[in-house]
């Protein structure tokens, strides 16, 4: 095993041994391009050096020797008198860690090597220069002295003199610098500044080894998910100097721009800079044109090597680099960091440029980029500014601003006063809906993934952050707080809800909203998908939005959003509350006119495609009035208050949840599925007579025992062919069945047959599976995140080891019994990218999402696919 390898040896595929930086100055060299010389020690060693804490006897002597090698082949001398070598000495892992660990440069300038230097360029305020800023650099990196002591005295030192900046220091500053620097040095370690070259580099690069280990490097590799034991390779390069006079500098560049992905050069210099210049922000940089004007050749040159490597990594470049002495080198390329529009941009250009394939294309990207295409965000220099003033779940993507209401009520009224309202609650219920649609953002104290806050946010691509539990909200005195901040009504606040952070005060926002890079890619993944996206999704505006989004049909339409509004909230009301089935018929015929009309809009939207309609699901008492409506209640339906009231008490349950809802209405009250029923067949009739193509498919809910599924069945059917038989006339129709409960997924043997297609709805199934209440888990939850039991919270992306085990085994039951019936998810996960790969695995035949969620999923099945 080498332990040192040379810029000569390398490739830019050896990561893993070189690290980035140097896998790639291997990698330049080899293809010719002016990079100073230099080898790397390898990852292993520094993972034996972090082990043991020490350089082996015979690594020491392998440094010695490569050296040597550098001495002759630079024809300079390391510690010499004459033609002092100098180098640096760099950090650089397998994935890159901008800033995150350590780097020393000048290494080798000794009280006497400086003046060498100083004599062999006659430049003395060149060399002296070089000097304080190893004394610095090594002094902070190796002995961990604080930067800010040396630097608070230069600060000083040059106010004194009355310097404006540093080109204004020469020679004899720098010396009584590098003086003071020595005596600082010596104060904080009690030793001398080590005139031993060779003692300088091994301790130079043991200590790039340990920054591996400090905690912003390991604070970084939690956030981005890098392993903790890859360990960091060490460059160890000839000096070149950027610092050496008017004709030098340095510089970074990339090869597009990394903001908007626009091609052409794009970059930063300063002349007579070292290195760290740039990006310390001691002096401001100048756009990298100018160079085009001062030194016009070297710019042409830089401009042909960016170019060649692009072609050479096949994408955007990141690139440092020096001039010294009108003499340009190259120090480091890299991919470059952009932003999502930005890496959607360069991905769809270099395939237009013929360098990358679309299946390339699609892999360089990442779902939650198109997730933030759609939505506007916080400028940079904003958050830059803003601290968190808490953190919930990061329920529905986008960023907004507006001014904090406490009760929808209070919301619609601010907003028809043309103020921009988030609405701030607890939780939110349906009732809540007109104040949620006109907010721009929900924030709630309580609830998870899949509270109501969530789902209805997610479906009307409002931001909203859930479950901030940091939040104490007292909607009766119209203010919340959060630690010690109280937010009142009509305070603004900034809500995240791509990160869940929230902001007091107002943030300013950019858009970010570029429909065209996102269509091409959706067509692109598309040709690739062998799963399709249906949308959950049952107003107009959000089958449209789904449709722009290249839905192919509905997954799922959920009826109970159809009961809300005062026209119909009063009759169903009645519906619950009736005796008899007589008076519950009457009430029912009223709402079937909505309905009717309601599914005709639907059927007539997805025309052509599918439209799966689910029957009504939730528990009864949500439509229930509230107490200052009895009164109303009593005079609309004839009934005493008492009578009212004690029907309301019979109908409370202790678990809703887990109560009267879904199919079991239907058993108990057959009438309100047959009213639907009835509503989606004859809109049905009505469409396919004005010439339209319809596909209704009658989904029932919460189906946990064969029988219910039988019964229910038999008796719409026979419903359905007496209304075929009363027009006749008939339309196609299927009627297919919910996978939300364990005991059904269990039982898809018998279930099989029984129902025409399948839709898991994996929020309830991960409910139960867990029996983790969803409305109450959030809290838990996170404690649970924070301790390790779980690593990912199941409402988020799909349990695969337990409720996957229950659809996969559920799907391939379902596809020995049957052949060509639909197997769909509904659920949340349905829409999340790291869940997809897992549901195409086990063979659904659809995915079925929110509308905004609609396009990240498209990408992620055309990842998986492929
Ligand atoms: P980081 O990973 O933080 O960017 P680098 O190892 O790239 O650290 O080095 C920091 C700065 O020093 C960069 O601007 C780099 O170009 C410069 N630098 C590194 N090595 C040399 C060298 N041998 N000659 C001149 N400048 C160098
Ligand atoms: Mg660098
Ligand atoms: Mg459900």
Redesign the pocket.
């Known amino acids: 095993m080498k332990n040192i390898v040379w810029f000569s040896e390398g490739t830019k595929d050896q990561k893993e041994l070189l690290g980035g930086?140097g896998a790639n100055l291997a990698e330049m060299t080899s293809i010719g391009l002016p990079v100073?010389a230099g080898f790397i020690v390898t990852t292993d060693v520094c993972r034996q050096f972090l082990e043991n804490q020490q350089l082996t006897q015979p690594l020491v002597e392998e440094i010695i020797r490569a050296v040597a090698t550098l001495e002759e082949r630079t024809h300079k001398s390391f510690g010499g008198n004459q033609q002092p070598l100098l180098?640096?000495v760099?950090?650089?892992a397998k994935y890159s860690m901008?800033?995150m660990?350590d780097?020393i440069?000048n290494l080798g300038l000794t009280d006497q090597t400086v003046q060498a230097l100083a004599a062999n360029t006659k430049n003395p305020t060149f060399a002296y220069d070089c000097y304080r800023r190893l004394i610095q650099m090594y002094g902070d990196v190796v002995k961990g002295i604080d930067k800010s002591h040396f630097e608070s005295y230069l600060t000083t030192y040059k106010h004194k003199k009355g310097y404006p900046s540093d080109q204004s220091m020469v020679a004899p500053d720098w010396q009584e610098i590098c003086e003071v620097f020595k005596s600082i040095y010596m104060e904080h370690t009690q030793e001398r500044f080590p005139q031993d070259p060779l003692e300088q580099l091994l301790s130079a690069v043991q200590a790039v080894f340990r920054s591996w280990n400090n905690p912003r490097a390991i604070t970084y590799r939690k956030i981005h998910k890098i392993a903790h034991d890859l360990g960091t390779a060490v460059t160890v390069?000839?000096?070149?100097?950027?610092n050496s006079g008017a004709a030098s500098g340095?510089g970074v560049a990339f090869t597009r721009d990394p903001t908007t992905g626009h091609r052409g050069l794009f970059g930063e210099f300063l002349a007579c800079a070292?290195?760290?210049d740039?990006v310390a922000g001691v002096r401001t940089p100048r756009p990298i044109s100018d160079l085009a004007k001062t030194q016009p050749e070297i710019h042409a040159q830089f401009s042909a090597i960016a170019e060649l490597l692009e072609n050479h990594y096949k994408d955007m470049q990141d690139i440092?680099f020096?001039i010294e002495e009108g003499r340009l080198f190259v120090?480091?390329t890299r991919n470059g960091k952009r932003t999502a529009k930005a890496a959607v941009q360069i991905a769809i250009d270099l395939v237009s440029e013929g360098k990358i394939t679309k299946k390339t294309a699609l892999h360089r990207l990442t779902p939650d980029m198109l997730d933030q295409l759609l939505h506007p965000i916080f400028s940079p220099e904003s958050l830059a500014k803003a601290s968190p003033l808490g953190q919930g779940l990061p329920a529905s993507p986008g960023a907004a601003v507006g001014r904090v209401y406490f009760s929808a009520e209070a919301a619609v009224s601010a907003h028809q006063a043309g103020e921009k309202v988030i609405l701030l609650r607890q939780e939110t219920s349906p009732e809540d809906i007109d104040g949620m649609v006109v907010s721009e953002a929900i924030v709630t104290s309580r609830g998870g993934m899949t509270s109501h806050a969530a789902v209805v946010a997610r479906g009307l691509g409002v931001c909203c952050v859930a479950g901030c539990d940091q939040l104490a909200v007292d909607s009766f005195l119209k203010q919340a707080r959060c630690g010690e901040v109280i937010i009142q009504e009509g305070d603004y606040l900034s809500v995240d809800g791509t990160t869940g952070n929230l902001y007091q005060g107002a943030l300013s926002l950019v858009a970010s909203q570029d429909f065209g890079l996102l269509q091409t890619i959706l067509d692109w993944s598309k040709e690739r998908a062998d799963l399709v996206v249906r949308a959950n999704a049952e107003t107009i505006e959000e089958i449209k939005t789904a449709a722009s989004f290249g839905a192919a049909g509905i997954g799922l339409a959920r009826t109970e959003h159809m009961f809300f509004g005062e026209a119909r909230i009063w009759p169903m009301r009645q519906v619950i509350l009736a005796e008899t089935t007589e008076e519950r018929q009457v009430a029912l015929s009223q709402l079937k006119t909505f309905q009717l009309n309601d599914f005709k809009e639907l059927l007539l939207q997805t025309k052509e495609q599918k439209c799966v309609i689910r029957l009504l699901d939730p528990p009864l008492h949500e439509f229930l009035p509230r107490p200052q409506e009895y009164e109303e209640m009593a005079k609309r339906s004839g009934y005493s208050l008492e009578k009212i009231k004690q029907r309301i008490h019979d109908l409370q349950e202790v678990n809703p949840m887990m109560g009267h809802r879904g199919s079991r209405l239907g058993i108990t009250y057959p009438e309100i599925y047959e009213m639907q029923t009835a509503a989606i067949i004859e809109a049905a009739l009505q469409a396919s007579e004005a010439g339209s193509v319809v596909y209704p498919e009658i989904m029932l809910p919460l189906i946990s025992i064969p029988e219910e599924m039988r019964v229910l069945r038999e008796r719409l059917e026979t419903y359905i062919r007496q209304i075929f038989a009363h027009y006749q006339k008939e339309v196609p129709f299927k009627i297919g069945m919910m996978l939300e409960t364990p005991r059904a997924c269990l039982l898809t043997k018998e279930l099989a047959p029984l129902a025409d297609f399948f839709s898991f709805g994996t929020n309830d199934l991960t409910q139960m599976t867990f029996g983790f209440s969803r409305d109450d888990a959030a809290g838990f939850i996170q404690r649970y995140l924070d301790k390790g039991i779980l690593s990912e919270d199941p409402y988020q992306h799909l349990d695969k080891s337990g409720v996957g085990q229950l659809m996969e085994q559920a799907v391939a039951s379902i596809r020995q019994q049957t052949k060509g019936k639909a197997i769909g998810v509904c659920g949340e996960v349905g829409g999340d990218p790291q869940s997809i790969a897992f549901l195409r695995a086990i063979g659904v035949d659809y995915v079925s999402c929110s509308p905004y969620r609609i396009p990240a999923a498209w990408l992620a099945i055309a990842q998986s696919a492929s």
């Open positions: 930086k100073p180098v640096s760099r950090s650089g901008p800033g660990m780097t440069l390069q000839e000096m070149v100097f950027g340095t070292q290195g760290e740039v440092e020096t120090l480091q």
